[in-house]
Every structure is written in structure tokens, then in C-alpha cells.
């Protein structure tokens, strides 16, 4: 057995890949205090080859823990300031006329903040959703299309977006299109007491913990690899398809939907369930996918994909609710 | 949000019809269906049956405790199954000891259930039998291995692994070797096991009981049918269903509408003769009586009709009913004199000779006296109504003692009265007074009869008027109020039709009469 263990490479990619994400969490965790399931989260996204939304209130480390992970993982990174003047230009880049050594001038594309590998785009809701339609095609194939020209971004290409959930004046909400491109959808939470003891004993001393860099791109991507080949049993896929077609209206038996849900997932979710539950079940030390990953993955990954109805918004009901609801109802048939 | 937080929609509580059956199948199911199913069966219905296949070496060590967990797991489903068959199979054994003569044939029967159930109980057990997936995956939930067996068991079927996977089987053999199945699967008796044991207590008793016994629940059957309390349910019943022949006899007998040619033998068919069969009979004692029972036939039958609550409301009016009893006996007297019909129960009475007729007297006056209490109020409308007739003609009032044949309607009655003696209680209790009406005019005094069963005052539906708040105006000269709103509620007595008391007392008086003379309003 210990031969075999030895003679397998990608069975030992599989263990090293949780020592590296072990590695990963003790250096963002310099910087980010608590927050363990929001910083789980963003791994599991980076691993997975997805995108995360952060929401939360001001002054709770969202940037803080983008600008954390770049520097734990070595990877580009850039930030951008969504203001509603922002155009998309500013975004993807835009053509200037350069002039060569030759003196002549000829019109070139010059690359936005875009061309990164760790994208932090703050407070992406005050942006219009001229300039938020801007990052679908980045988000989704990779690449940037300007003037008839298609740029690829480099791999890995992994968004960050934040937004705050309390100053709702002067925000243009995501649409559809672009919150189902996000992996997940983390919230935030105001960190505990001891956590916060924690925090005023770190930022208000002399003293600063230096990030390392553990992990590079490359490996990142051979992690990448290495995740989608975690098997999953059928009745764990089988799981997944049920709860995602229970959180549509148009099921007959899918009572709790079709009295408050609007629309439901798109199969973008249950992708996200079983990529997100082949990463997790690495990070635990398993090498198959349980019904435990996707239990505790379907609030982050379905959340943003739900859209509710005007009764459950009267009745005061959230989306965690429901899918909480539903993933109760379907566990126990 | 504050604002959205107050609105509170309340959603149509609406149990839908599939839910309520699939809840009710659900219970049913639980603790009587036959399905011998494992709820994670469904799970697990997209796993692989490796009960043929051959394992790959690395999983080996797997199969021992999958082969113990299925062979459990079978165990119980046999329990189970068994328990159910083997409770229905005590349920019919007790039911037909209790019930059938014979004990021997029941014993007979439930062994052959028992065979036969035995032999169901194997074929759905095996049929029911849990696949090494579905093993799999209740060892997985019960050993808390996070689908580390179902997973390795499912990928057990993949030639030429890839490292993962093989790297997958390590992890599950490793796991499963701290796991211990028959701890995790006792073979355990299922929750129905003691209801079995009571109902074989139950049959056990029965049987020895039944050695020696009858049948206990015929034995009961036949003593409650003795016992007083139901005698004295179902006499009753059984007197009444007489009686109702007995109407229903009377009546085919008195039928109206027979031609006078169908009148029975001995009866005469010219008014002549028609005085000297009344007076034949009223000599004869046995015809007296059965005219006396005939009488009290159309008594109960009168009893019966709307006229009856006329007779209450007249004990409640004393001063009315002594009018409309003068008024009766004079009719009757006058009725006595002009149509002289056969089985007048007064001419019964007037017969002292015979025992039988003293006997039959009594009862007769008896009857006559309730049928004079009971068509007062009927009578009463009827009597105005002949009094209206002669004094439209100029003829002075003498009660109803008008002369045979005067008018068509007397023809009709006349000759009605003497061609069918049978007639007579039914004429009796129709029109005591004794001016034959016809038919028509019969069902229209009975009509307006119904209409007077009115009371005078009608309880209000009290509920809408309590809740109600009265408006109070006051007004002066010069002065002008708002009116005030009056919060204290209406008193019940008051509302409960005492207000009828404010109606003027003409208004009252007319309505009354409009309803007691429909014709008379009509005019």
C-alpha cells in the first residue's frame, strides 16, 4: 500500500495541495483575523477556477484579505475603485495612437487594470451597469475584446469584488448575468470579541507581521488540474441536481419555491457545488466529494443565483432561509 | 426595510391535494404498507449493483464488511416484513375466533397465512435486498466516513484507475478498518414487534377461551339483543313501522278519487240506502270498532298535518279556542244532521248498548275531543268562510246547517260522504264543521293553515344588530350638533324581537289578518 502511495504523483499533488492551502490560510491569517469561513471560501474559489463576491460593512477587512491573499499567493495584483463614472475603458484599456521608433504612429491597445491575475474591484455596485457589463466576458471566457481584438488575460485570472450592503443610494444593483458569474457569494460577518481583542492588540501596535508568498500561479493552476480529477459518487451528484431543481418555481413538488422564489438556479450553481466540493473535500484530507461538502457549500454557491418573489420579501424571508429549507426538505426524502 | 417588516401578507393557508395524499400514503406506508424498501434506496438508485462483479484486489478488504452490513440490513427487512404479515395474520385469527362457530377452520386458515406469508415475506425481503452501493452508503451514514465506502464502491467498476482514484480506495479501506459493522446494524427487533405480541397475547386467550366457549361475539350479540335497553330502543320503532302500515292501509283504502261504482259490498249506493247502512252499522258493535280505529287512524294522520300546531297554538289562546269549540260542536251537531255518515265516531258514542261500544266510546269521545282541540284553528277559517257564503246570497246565518243538495259543492260532498263510509275520519278531521269541500278548497284551507302556524313575533338574528353602534342626532333650533357615536351595545332582549313591540297596533292587526286571510288581503 505504501508503494503505491509512493508511486502515485497525483495522489501525493492531492496531499500536498492541503499542506499548501494550510500554508496559505497561516499567512493570510497574519493579516485577517478570524474570518476563517470567509477566507475558506476564497481559497475554495481561487482552487476552483471562480470568482468571489464579498458583501459586508465598511471597515471589516474585505480589502484587506484581497490585498493579504495576493501577497500570500504571488500573484499580480490591481485594484479598482468603482465610482459611477467609471467607463469600461478604464477597465479593459482602450486604443491610443503610439508612435514607434521609426516616428511613425499607429493605433495601439493599451491593457487596463484588468490584466492582472487577482483582480480587486471595490465596491463594484457604484459602478454603472455599463462599466459592471465590462468584466462578463473577463469573467467568463478570460479574455478582453476591444475593437474587433480579443486579448486573453493571463491564467489565473480570479476576481474579488466587494460591496456594501447598507448604502444602497447612488448603487446600480448587478444584474443577473454578472452575479451568477461569481462562484460564490461570501458575506462577512462582524468579527467576535475575541476577535476584535485581537485585532486592536495587532493594528494599533508598532508591531507588523510580514506576508509570505507560499504558492505561485503555476502551481495554482496545477492545484487546478488536480481538483477536477476528485471523483464524486452518483448519489452525491444526484444531491446536488435535486437541490438545484428544487430551487425552481416551476417544479410541482417544490412547494417552498413556488411560493416565494422568482427564479431559480442556473447550472452554473450545481458546477459550483461539485467544484467547490471536490476543492473542500482536498482541503479536509478526503479524496472524494460528500454530501457534508455540498451541505456546507450551498449557501455561498447559490445564494446570488436565487431570485426571490415579492411575498417572500413581504414575509421577511432571505435566501438563506429557503435554500436552508429546501436542503432539509430533500435530505430527508 | 422597517417599513417592509411591518407588511405582513398572510399567504393562503391552501393544503394542496398531491401533499395531503403523499403525507397520508407516507403514514399509511410507515405502519402498513408493504414496501420493504430502505428509505436511502432512493439515494442510492443510481449506484451499481456489484453483487456479480469482480472486485479489484485493492478493495478486498471492503467486501467483508459490506457482506456483513447486507446480510444485517436483510435481517431486519425479514423482521420487519414478517411483523407486519405475522400482526395482520393475528389480527384475522382473533377476528375469526370472536366471530366463527368454527375454530378449527380459522386455525386451518391461519396456517395456511402463515405459509403463505412466509413464503411473501422471503421473495420481498429478497427483493428488497440492499445492493452493495446501497450498503455502502448506509455504512457510510452510520460510520460517519463521508461517502469514503460508496464512493470507493461506485469507482470499483472504473478499469484502469488514475492515481485519485486509487488514492480514493486507499483512503476508504484505511477508514474502514476502525469501523465495526455489526456494531453499527444490530439485528434488532422492529418497533411493531410488540404490537404483534399483544395481538398473539390476544389470540392466545381467545383460543383458550373458545375450548371452551361460543363464540364471545355472537354470545354478545344475542345478549344485548335481550337486554331491556334495546327492546326498549327498538319497540319503539317497531310500533311505529305498524302503525305506518297501518296509514298506508287506511289510506289505499280511502283513496278520494275512486270511482262510485268501486264502493264495497253491503254499502248503499242512494242516499236511502246510504241512512240504512249507518244506522246497520252503528248497531253493529265489531263495525263500530273498526270505525273507531279507522277514526284514530285519520286522527294520527291528522296529527300529522299542519293543522296539529294549530291545536297548540289554540291551548296557548284560550278565549279563541272556546269560540272555535262552540263553533265545532255546533257544526258537528249540523254536520251529524245533513250527512249522517256511517262512521261518525259521535254517532258511535251515541250507541250505549254494547260493552264494546262503552269501551269504544270513551275513546272515541277521547279522540274527539282532541280532533275538535286540534282543527280549531282549521275550522275556524272554514266556518267564516261558509258564513260569507250564505250572506252573500241573503240567506240568514244558521251555522252549517244547510240542507243536503243545496249547493254543487254540498252535491259533491254529500255524495262523497255517503258513497265512501270510509271517507269519514279524513272528512272528520278536514272539515269538522261538516260542510263538504271539495279537494281544492281542502288544500287551500290547509295552505292558509300553514301560513297562520306564524308567530306573531319572529326572534331576530340578534348578532348584527349587537355589534352594531347607533348614531345619535341631536338637533335644536339654531343649534347644530355632530352626531355622537353611541358605543354601548344594544341590549340582547331588546334586539331578540322585543322592537316588533314599537310597531303600530293597526299595522300589526292588518299584518296578521293579511296572513291568516290571504284571500281576504288579496281583496
Redesign the interface.
Given at each position: 500500500m505504501e508503494g503505491q502511495k509512493g508511486d502515485n504523483p497525483l495522489g501525493q499533488q492531492a496531499e500536498s495541495l492541503a499542506g499548501k492551502m494550510q500554508e496559505v490560510r497561516a499567512e493570510i491569517s497574519k493579516a485577517i483575523v478570524g474570518q476563517g469561513e470567509v477566507v475558506d471560501g476564497v481559497l475554495i474559489a481561487l482552487l476552483a477556477g471562480g470568482h468571489v463576491l464579498l458583501e459586508g460593512a465598511p471597515g471589516l477587512g474585505k480589502t484587506m484579505l484581497v490585498r493579504t491573499l495576493a501577497q500570500a499567493v504571488a500573484l499580480k495584483y490591481s485594484r479598482i475603485q468603482f465610482t459611477p463614472d467609471l467607463m469600461p475603458a478604464d477597465v479593459i484599456g482602450t486604443g491610443v495612437v503610439q508612435e514607434n521608433g521609426e516616428g511613425r504612429k499607429s493605433l495601439g491597445f493599451q491593457p487596463g487594470p484588468i490584466f492582472t491575475n487577482l483582480l480587486l474591484a471595490d465596491e463594484i455596485n457604484r459602478a454603472t451597469p455599463k462599466t459592471q457589463s465590462a468584466l462578463l466576458e473577463a469573467m467568463q471566457e478570460k479574455q478582453v475584446t476591444v475593437a474587433h481584438t480579443s486579448h486573453q488575460l493571463e491564467e489565473p485570472f480570479f476576481v474579488m469584488a466587494t460591496q456594501n450592503p447598507l448604502e444602497m443610494e447612488g448603487t446600480y444593483p448587478l444584474p443577473e448575468a454578472q452575479l451568477d458569474r461569481f462562484l460564490f457569494k461570501l458575506r462577512v460577518p462582524f468579527p467576535g470579541r475575541e476577535d476584535l481583542h485581537d485585532i486592536l492588540d495587532r493594528t494599533t501596535q508598532g508591531s507588523t507581521k510580514v506576508v509570505i508568498s507560499v504558492i505561485d500561479g503555476p502551481e495554482i493552476m496545477e492545484m487546478r488540474r488536480v481538483v477536477r480529477t476528485v471523483p464524486v459518487a452518483p448519489h452525491v451528484q444526484e444531491y446536488v441536481v435535486k437541490l438545484v431543481l428544487a430551487t425552481h418555481p416551476e417544479g410541482r413538488e417544490n412547494l417552498l419555491a413556488n411560493k416565494y422564489i422568482r427564479y431559480g438556479s442556473s447550472p452554473r450553481g450545481a458546477q459550483t457545488l461539485i467544484l467547490g466540493g471536490k476543492v473542500r473535500a482536498l482541503l479536509d484530507g478526503r479524496f472524494n466529494v460528500s454530501m457534508e461538502d455540498i451541505r456546507a457549500l450551498l449557501l455561498p454557491a447559490l445564494r446570488h443565483r436565487i431570485i426571490l418573489n415579492f411575498e417572500a420579501q413581504a414575509d421577511g424571508r432571505t435566501t438563506d432561509d429557503l435554500l436552508n429549507e429546501i436542503a432539509g426538505k430533500i435530505s430527508q426524502i | 426595510m422597517a417599513a417592509?417588516?411591518k407588511?405582513?401578507?398572510v399567504?393562503p393557508v391552501a393544503v394542496?391535494g398531491?401533499?395531503l395524499f403523499s403525507v397520508l400514503k407516507n403514514v399509511w406506508n410507515k405502519n402498513f404498507g408493504w414496501s420493504l424498501k430502505q428509505p436511502y434506496t432512493?439515494?442510492?438508485s443510481?449506484?451499481p449493483d456489484f453483487g456479480d462483479q469482480s472486485w479489484p484486489p485493492?478493495l478486498d478488504s471492503l467486501m467483508d464488511p459490506l457482506v456483513v452490513t447486507r446480510r444485517r440490513i436483510l435481517t431486519n427487512i425479514f423482521l420487519r416484513g414478517w411483523m407486519k404479515v405475522g400482526t395482520w395474520i393475528l389480527a384475522g385469527l382473533i377476528v375469526a375466533g370472536a366471530l366463527s362457530p368454527k375454530l378449527a377452520w380459522a386455525v386451518i386458515s391461519a396456517g395456511t397465512l402463515v405459509a403463505v406469508g412466509s413464503v411473501a415475506v422471503v421473495i420481498l425481503a429478497w427483493r428488497a435486498r440492499p445492493t452493495a452501493y446501497e450498503a455502502a452508503?448506509r455504512l457510510d451514514s452510520a460510520a460517519v466516513l463521508?461517502?469514503?465506502i460508496?464512493?470507493?464502491v461506485?469507482?470499483g467498476a472504473v478499469e484502469n484507475p488514475?492515481?485519485?482514484?486509487?488514492?480514493?480506495r486507499?483512503?476508504?479501506v484505511t477508514r474502514l478498518a476502525a469501523v465495526r459493522p455489526r456494531a453499527l446494524f444490530p439485528v434488532q427487533f422492529p418497533p411493531a414487534a410488540r404490537r404483534a405480541l399483544v395481538l398473539a397475547a390476544a389470540a392466545a386467550g381467545l383460543f383458550v377461551y373458545r375450548i371452551h366457549y361460543k363464540p364471545p361475539v355472537l354470545a354478545l350479540l344475542r345478549t344485548t339483543a335481550r337486554s331491556q335497553l334495546v327492546q326498549s330502543i327498538l319497540s319503539p320503532i317497531v310500533h311505529a313501522m305498524e302503525k305506518d302500515l297501518q296509514r298506508t292501509m287506511t289510506l289505499i283504502k280511502s283513496n278520494p278519487d275512486s270511482p262510485p261504482d268501486k264502493v264495497r259490498p253491503g254499502q248503499a249506493a242512494t242516499t236511502d240506502d246510504l241512512w240504512k247502512a249507518s244506522e246497520d252499522q252503528g248497531s253493529n258493535p265489531e263495525n263500530g270498532q273498526q270505525d273507531s280505529q279507522e277514526a284514530n287512524a285519520g286522527d294520527q294522520m291528522q296529527d300529522q298535518s299542519p293543522s296539529g300546531m294549530q291545536g297548540a297554538q289554540g291551548e296557548a289562546k284560550p278565549s279563541d279556542s272556546e269560540q272555535q269549540e262552540g263553533g265545532d260542536s255546533q257544526s258537528q251537531q249540523s254536520s251529524n244532521g245533513t250527512d249522517r255518515m256511517g262512521g261518525d265516531t259521535q254517532q258511535q258514542s251515541e250507541t250505549p248498548n254494547s260493552e264494546n261500544s262503552r269501551q269504544s266510546l270513551s275513546k272515541s269521545l277521547m279522540q274527539a275531543l282532541k280532533n275538535m282541540l286540534s282543527n280549531s284553528q282549521s275550522q275556524e277559517g272554514n266556518n267564516q268562510a261558509n258564513q260569507k257564503q250564505p250572506n252573500s246570497q241573503g240567506m240568514p246565518q244558521s251555522g252549517n246547517s244547510r240542507q243536503p243538495g243545496s249547493g254543487e259543492a254540498d252535491k259533491k260532498g254529500d255524495s262523497r260522504g255517503a258513497s265512501d263510509a270510509q271517507q269519514k275520519a279524513t272528512q272528520n278531521s278536514s272539515s269538522g264543521a261538516g260542510s263538504q269541500q271539495g279537494s281544492k278548497e281542502l288544500k287551500k284551507n290547509q295552505r292558509a293553515l300553514s301560513v297562520n302556524a306564524v308567530p306573531d313575533r319572529v326572534a331576530l338574528e340578534s348578532n348584527g344588530f349587537k355589534e352594531q353602534t347607533r348614531m345619535r342626532m341631536d338637533s335644536g333650533a339654531g343649534v347644530a350638533r355632530l352626531p355622537v357615536r353611541d358605543v354601548s351595545p344594544q341590549a340582547v332582549a331588546v334586539t331578540n324581537g322585543a322592537e316588533q313591540e314599537n310597531i303600530p297596533a293597526r299595522y300589526r292587526w292588518y299584518v296578521q289578518h293579511y296572513f291568516e286571510h290571504p284571500e281576504n288581503g288579496q281583496k
Open positions: - | 417592509r417588516g407588511i405582513k401578507l399567504a394542496p398531491p401533499a432512493s439515494r442510492a443510481h449506484g485493492e452508503c463521508h461517502d469514503r460508496s464512493t470507493a461506485h469507482l488514475d492515481g485519485m482514484i486509487l488514492r480514493q486507499q483512503d476508504a
